[in-house]
């Protein structure tokens, strides 16, 4: 601090806790314009122009706490006008403030011009260089030397060529090719620069001195005072040790693409990767086996136009979940046929971005299996109609609706006539297939809306909706139904070389209510069967 105020002409003196000017010498009041009456009459921050205030308060509250400091600031004058001083306050003993100042000056360059650009250049890390038409050296700084050119002298290469350079040191390794490789490069960029005339960026590359190097240069072109164009001028930056750290930085990323790409398909899952737009930006190998999609066709596809119609609603509100929980989805082939999928889906990051990953089983053939077991738990082994059990479970369902609605429906006890000695006289395997050929009919003569089940043995169940509240018509109805049955299940059966005829009694019971159980049903149905078959069978009977 005392090194500047040795040079400070003007001098205030503040009050600590008001700001207000106490003292001033005879050269400030001048300075300013002001007589030191009317400057007493002011506060400091009333000398100090407006957009310097805050900043002068600031430096003021560390002087008041008993630091020195220097601020520069411009301070009004009487006329109007401003001129910057550079404040330099001093607490002293917390009762007063100095204020010492002198007039702003730029700082002086201590040497000249060119002598310090040449001083920046040499010891710059980049190489500078400029070159006549004939691709000469008309400078050249020491990074450029040492660097490329071989030599510590920056005024050795004055009037010499790359190829010159390159020339000398291929010569002093004849038995390397690759030694110097540099030269023709740099001097062919030179020659695109005149033709031109346009500042250009290159990336130069080569050996220099045996070594591979990489350059980041620029290049303009050189006029002269007159503005004739006299040759090149450039600037290059070494980033070999960039380029090998570029390479390292790809090389490990191949690597980890490689590894990525064995992981995902090594996985017997087929795995899809969606954007933040929810369109496929990568997948393995079973995702081109399960749903059929080439490479192109699967790039951008869109996540739901995998889903069938039924399921996009699904597939809509589980990409959007971070829960990974397992779901059943019905997805689509490019065929156009559906399959049933496990789907597993989680969002991760991918290369700094979230992603949302679909890990996909098709579980169509284990779907089949489920079918096949649950078919065959439901369903007679012979006949393929659905077992007793099942029309038991069945018939629960009917029987609630029915309490709903009030609508009659018919219960019919199906056994056929003349069964017993055909099978024992003819053998199981006609039995069995005569059989089958019975139920077959069965289901031909009724609707897709009615059941029919093997009861056991030659005895069949079935269940009539008549959807008719009056008896009398639901009777009627069921009564045409039964007719159709008989005359289907009379003609003549076909097996093997043998023409077999059989019959059937039927027994029927209505219902449209609750009331009675399915077990008394059956019964009341099964009596009104005999009572058929006491009339001789070939008939139905309604039990009243």
Known sequence: MEYFLKDCKYQIVIHPEDGKIIKCNDAYAKLVGYTKEEIYEQAVLERIAVENTIMFIEVLEDVVAGTKAMVTADHNCKDGSVIRLDNYLISRRHSYIEVWMKENQPPVLPIQRRRLLDMIID?????????????????????????????????????????????????????????????????????????????????????????????????????????????????????????????????????????????????????????????????????????????????????????????????????????????????KRKDGSAFWALVRGKFMKLEGKEVKVWAIVD??????KERAITFQAEHDPLTNLINRRHFFRIFESVLEKTDRNRQYKGLLFIDLDRFKPINDTMGHNIGDQLLQLVAQRLQSSLRKSDLISRFGGDEFLALIATETTDREDAKRRIGMISEKILRNLRSPYQIEDKSIVIGASIGITLFNSSERDLNQLILDADAAMYDAKKEGGNRYSFHE
């Open 123 to 331: 010891y710059a890390p980049d190489m500078f260089w400029a070159k006549d038409l004939q691709g000469r050296y008309l400078f050249t700084n020491k990074a450029l030397c040492e660097k490329l050119l071989g030599t510590h002298d920056v005024r050795e290469p004055i009037g010499k060529t790359d190829i010159f350079y390159a020339l000398k040191e291929m010569a002093s390794h004849p038995d390397n090719p690759n030694w110097y490789t540099i030269g023709e490069m740099r001097q062919n960029s030179d020659e695109i620069v005149i033709k031109h005339l346009t500042p250009m960026h290159f990336e130069e590359h080569g050996r220099v001195r045996g070594k591979e190097i990489f350059l980041d240069v620029h290049k303009a072109p050189l006029y002269n005072c007159d503005g004739v164009l006299i040759g090149t001028v450039g600037i290059g930056r070494d980033i070999t040790l960039q380029k090998e750290f570029e390479t390292k930085v790809e090389e490990e990323q191949l690597k980890k693409a490689e590894l990525f790409e064995s992981l995902l398909n090594s996985t017997i899952e087929g795995l899809l990767i969606f954007d933040e737009k929810q369109k496929c930006i990568h997948y393995n190998q079973p995702i081109k086996e399960i749903f059929g999609y080439s490479d192109e066709e699967l790039w951008q596809k869109d996540a739901i136009s995998f889903a069938t119609d039924t399921s996009r609603e699904l597939i809509r509100e589980r990409i959007k979940k971070s829960d990974a929980t397992p779901y059943e989805v019905l997805l």
């Open 363 to 368: 579980i169509s053939p284990l779907k089949e």
